[in-house]
């Protein structure tokens, strides 16, 4: 039996770059050998493994091929006689399926090493077809990689093109394109992995309300506006549907399974925006800056009340910046009303509650009429 270092250890080895986590293909073996040898199996699709000591993946060398559509549906075909160059005519990219052996001899069947130097992102063989899945992780890469100049070629360009003209992308499930998301929006570059699944055609079918031009430059700008501040997934995932309206933006980041923190702080960004708009940063309503900062929960959700005014900052144009400076002045003014002695002057139940609103508010409307608004 043989080991192979195999995709991202490589590539990030030869790129210069540190190497998060090794992966290792086994050549040779059988599923026993590596149970004998104390491995422990992980995964009941493949014939993967952990190494005892090190908990590195292991994978016996396999084949693939496509029965149905979408992630399903593969048949997998793993067994001594595979050979290192049949599992890596599997594998996505050139510059993945590079292998390294123990004594460092590299093999390289389809030119990574040519591409890794060209800066090109190449599909390994037309049977990158076969999982709709490829297309999200070119993008995620060419995200990853556009600092250092990579880009997708003309080919492959073609051919995720055509995947979805094929409709493959609409057999995605919801999972996997929000995990492939997430990932992207804290790459080195995310608006590029946006870029590239408009340019294949892919993101008219998972994020359409994106399409039109103005809507998509304005989203990239606020969401690399918020990548210079190393902003939350749920900052990023806002900032990148800031121009949708409410209903749109509700409903996509429900279809997209993104989590409750995150579908929340979209909402709010695009349910604040319009109003903020609206507001007279010269003479702005006491009423319904409360009436934001009650919807935004502020005194329970203070955090999340940053983290909202953190993506309006990126969101509004330069030119509608300034009219947030009222609504963060409204909200430390209204944070300091105390329940504790309100309650101490007599006020319970329903009248305690009308009683802070209305504290809350003759404190914003003062802090909003000082002059230096
Ligand atoms: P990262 O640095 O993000 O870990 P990686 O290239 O190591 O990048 P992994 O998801 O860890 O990516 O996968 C390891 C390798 O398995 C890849 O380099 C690639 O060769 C192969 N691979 C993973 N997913 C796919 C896929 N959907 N189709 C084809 N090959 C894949
Ligand atoms: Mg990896």
């Not at 297309?135 to 990579?150: D, E, K, V």
């Not at 501040?229 to 990023?236: F, L, N």
């Not at 969101?315 to 430390?332: F, I, N």
Request: proline fraction near 5%.
């Amino acid at each position: 039996m043989q080991t192979y270092l195999v995709g991202g250890a490589v590539r990030d080895e030869l790129l210069g770059l540190k190497v998060k986590d090794r992966d290792w293909v086994v050549v040779g073996a059988t599923p026993e050998q590596m149970l004998a040898r104390g491995f422990t199996q992980v995964g009941s699709d493949f014939p993967v493994f952990l190494h005892p000591k090190t908990r590195e993946e292991y994978a016996l060398a396999r084949t693939e091929r496509k029965q149905g559509h979408g992630y399903h549906g593969f048949s997998v075909y793993s067994a001594p006689d595979v050979t290192l160059e049949e599992d890596l005519l599997r594998r996505d990219l050139t510059i993945n399926a590079i292998a390294r052996s123990e004594q460092g001899e590299l093999t390289d069947p389809f030119n990574g090493q040519a591409d890794l130097e060209a800066r090109k992102l190449r599909h390994v063989s037309e049977a990158f077809k076969e999982d709709p899945l490829r297309i999200m992780r070119t993008a995620r890469f060419a995200a990853r990689f556009q600092p250092l100049g990579f880009s997708v070629c003309t080919e492959t360009m073609a051919l995720m093109h055509d995947m979805v003209a094929e409709g493959e992308v609409e057999h995605l499930v919801p999972e996997r394109v929000w995990q492939e998301i997430q990932r992207a929006l804290h790459e080195q570059s995310p608006a590029t992995f946006f870029q590239v699944l408009r340019d294949c055609g892919a993101l008219a079918v998972l994020i359409p309300e994106l399409s039109p031009d103005a809507d998509f430059n304005a989203a990239l700008d606020a969401l690399q506006c918020i990548h210079a501040t190393e902003g939350s997934t749920a900052e990023r995932l806002a900032a990148l549907f800031c121009t949708l309206d409410e209903p749109t933006c509700t409903a996509r980041a429900k279809a997209l399974k993104a989590p409750n923190d995150c579908q929340q702080l979209a909402w709010l960004t695009v349910a604040f925006i319009p109003v903020i708009r609206q507001l007279d940063p010269a003479q702005p309503d006491a009423g319904t800056l409360l009436e934001l900062l009650e919807k935004a929960d502020v005194w329970r959700r203070p955090e999340r009340f940053s983290s909202l005014t953190r993506v309006l900052e990126c969101a509004l144009g330069s030119d509608d910046r300034e009219r947030l400076k009222p609504l963060k002045s409204a909200a430390d003014s209204a944070y300091g009303v105390d329940p504790k002695t309100l309650m101490a002057r007599g006020f319970s139940g329903k009248e305690l509650g009308q009683a802070i609103r209305s504290e809350r508010l003759s404190r914003i409307t003062q802090a909003v009429s000082r002059p230096s608004f």
